[in-house]
């Protein structure tokens, strides 16, 4: 990994720095020594009043001292070095480093309003309300009214983080058919965590009673765990079910809560922002490097319809299905709909329609001996 | 996985590897594709670097240029007294004092050398940071990321910047000539002539008062080193003495109007992200383009779209409008049921209806419901061994 590059560059500079300074320390040092010394020594009492001049003398030796140590050749030595590390530090940082990422930029100017109302969004929904407050007054955007949503969501995660469960449990009682709905475990996951808090403060029964009031509903599975685990109540972290003293149980449920309160508000768990963001780091590089490469192509940059390259990126930024036809290298569109040839294969409508002369032959398929009657294909939809 | 230290971390633990409910960690290996992407993003990195080492070599500069103009004012001190017919009590006088300046040198010394080393640590700091970055943090590296380019992080340098602008835009050029003093060797390498235009607009300035005669002291003073390199600019701006500001001859009324100020604020801002190896755009647009043009597809425009895609949003499609749309040379199926990318690992299967979803979901499906599976778009019912395979390549 590059960055040790880096880091050996610049230790280099703060080592030089270090240096250069106890360098200057010292000849400062060593000038007041020298100056302190002649100074004792005019002072010094003497009785030797034959020698009215020797404050002179002693001057003059003084200045011969301090002209050899003030330009010492060590000093500049020092700051030589210094300057060598100061000067090669940053061509190592634009040497390992894309030292311009705005090469692959489009001359728009995005609106600000709409920027700033996405910031004061992303805030909220990272429960920052003190700095998406203050954000909002301070670029005079209106109230957003992602604030008052999320507030509820992070007073329950706040409260499930100090191991609090009431407000969470009372959020996914009065949700419980759109969880339910949504195929989610939350409730479950709550409730076991209610009865291992009961029972982890030694009190077997009530946690039994517990159960029978509000699991016996959901899964046979879970309880029958939870309830063997009753047997070593006490001592579990020496039992099989050691791990549901695990404090993952807890971040897998304000995960989970989470995810669908936000799937009930209409809104992503991932701050569509902090995805935007991420997506844009991994496709700036490939960028960056096509403009390094295309240094004529400024110009189109500007105004071209489509990227022209492909980037890659990683799975979770895919949000939908992209059919590109094998053959043309072209993205299916309504009006060329991906078709599926009897052999399994699936090529584009155009592509079919060319190979077939429109349906009047059969063809080949491209990707294996069958012969293909145009008739026969069938559309996809994704 | 974490593990926390109170409830796992004794001798017990390794039992709790093997806890019932609790899924191990699953570690699959990482892809290098991953790695390399990972790699690539970091070198997006420069300015994080860059921007705190030259504050740090700026503060290194002006240090090492005070102290070796304070030492070399001590020695010459000491030999003038040396040359010059002194008392005995003066000398002593004297000499007291050079000790007392050394003394306070040395503090300033140690004061000096206090910022430098935390200026230092900032630096090392980032690169830890980037070094921090990993294949299993990245989500969480992300995050960091995004935050500190929300936040100003390098905030005292924006307002050193913030005061020369807001000067300019007050007509006033002394902090921007002030900041080009400060700068010299650095502007002078890079050839800039902002200092010149600043000079030029002070010209300007005083024709406009109608001071003609203090504008060709100022001129000859300021306007005229400058003729060397850029004579036929300096030309033109002098020519204005003939003019009133009120000229209407399209070629010097361009001059006197005030919007030349706010050129000279964006050329400030040019000059000033220059220095300190900084973009001139903002970062946060810069990956916002990059990340809606690399995310923009025609389906995050139509109805229904998943919401877990930024361009479903009204914002975000406003933004991505004027950018180019994302390009595929592969086709990539996403199943409609589980959000999973179908591959081989997962292929596609067709539905008698032609619609296609991963073989994980339906499987799930039809183990559930008996061996048949719905399809969630149409509602058709229908049976798991009525479906078939699909080959994308």
Known sequence: ?382 | MEIDPVTNGNADAIMTESAPTITPPTTTPVPSSRLSQLTESLKLEHQLLRVPFEHYKKTIRTNHRFFEKEVSSVVSGVGDLADSDWSRDDTVARLSSLVSRLQGLKRKLEEGSNVENLQAQRCRARIDHLESADVENLTEWNNTKLKRILDLVDIDIFREAKKVIDALKNREVASALTWCADNKTRLKKSKSKFEFQLRLQEFIELVRAESYNQAILYGRKHVAPWGATHMKELQHVVATLAFKSTTECTKYKGLFELRQWDVLVHQFKQEFCKLYGMTMEPLLNIYLQAGLSALKTPYGFEEGCTKEDPLSQESFRKLALPLPYSKQHHSKLVCYISKELMDTENPPQVLPNGYVYSTKALKEMAEKNEGKVTCPRTGLVCNYTDLVKAYIS
């Open chain 1, 1 to 382: 990994m590059e960055v040790k590059t880096v880091k050996d560059a610049f230790d280099r500079v703060a080592k030089k720095q270090k240096l250069s300074c106890s360098k200057t320390q010292e000849t400062v040092d060593r000038l007041s020594r020298e100056i302190e010394k002649a100074l004792n020594a005019i002072q010094e009492p003497t009785t030797d009043t034959d020698n009215p001049l020797l404050h002179k003398s002693l001057v003059s030796d003084l200045k011969k001292t301090v002209q050899e140590i003030a330009p010492s050749n060590q000093l500049e030595a020092a700051h030589k070095e210094l300057n060598v590390a100061l000067s090669k530090y940053p061509k190592v940082l634009e040497k390992t480093l894309n030292s311009d990422i705005s090469k692959a930029y489009r001359n728009v100017e995005f609106d600000l309003h709409t920027v700033h109302q996405i910031i004061a969004s992303f805030f909220y929904g990272q429960g920052l309300f003190d700095i998406g407050d203050c954000f909002i007054s301070e670029t005079g955007e209106p109230e957003s009214s992602a604030r008052e949503s999320f507030m509820e969501m992070y007073l329950i995660l706040k409260a499930l983080k100090r191991r609090d469960l009431g407000p969470a449990l009372n959020w996914a009682a009065s949700n419980s058919d759109k969880l339910e709905q949504a195929n989610s475990d939350l409730e479950m996951k709550l409730h076991s965590l209610h009865f291992l808090k009961i029972a982890q403060d030694k009190k077997s029964l009530d946690a039994v009673n517990y159960a029978r009031k509000h699991i016996p509903i959901y899964s046979d599975r879970g309880l029958q765990k939870l309830m063997c685990s009753l047997l070593w109540n006490g001592n579990l972290d020496k039992s099989p079910y050691a791990g549901f003293l695990s404090p993952t149980l807890w971040t897998k449920a304000v995960k989970e809560l989470t995810r669908q309160y936000c799937n009930l508000l209409g809104e992503s768990p991932e701050s569509p922002l902090s995805v935007t963001v991420a997506a844009g780091s991994q496709a700036l590089p490939p960028l960056l490097k096509y403009m390094n490469l295309m240094v004529n192509k400024k110009q189109e940059w500007q105004t071209m319809e489509q990227l022209p390259i492909p980037v890659e990126l990683s799975e979770e930024f895919q949000f939908h299905s992209v059919f590109v036809c094998p053959v043309t290298k072209e993205q299916s569109r309504e009006d060329n709909p991906p078709m599926r040839l009897c052999c399994g294969h699936v090529l584009c409508k155009q592509s079919i329609n060319r190979m077939s002369k429109n349906g009047s032959k059969s063809f080949k398929c491209p990707y294996c001996p069958s012969d293909i009657d145009a008739s026969q294909c069938r559309q996809l939809y994704f």
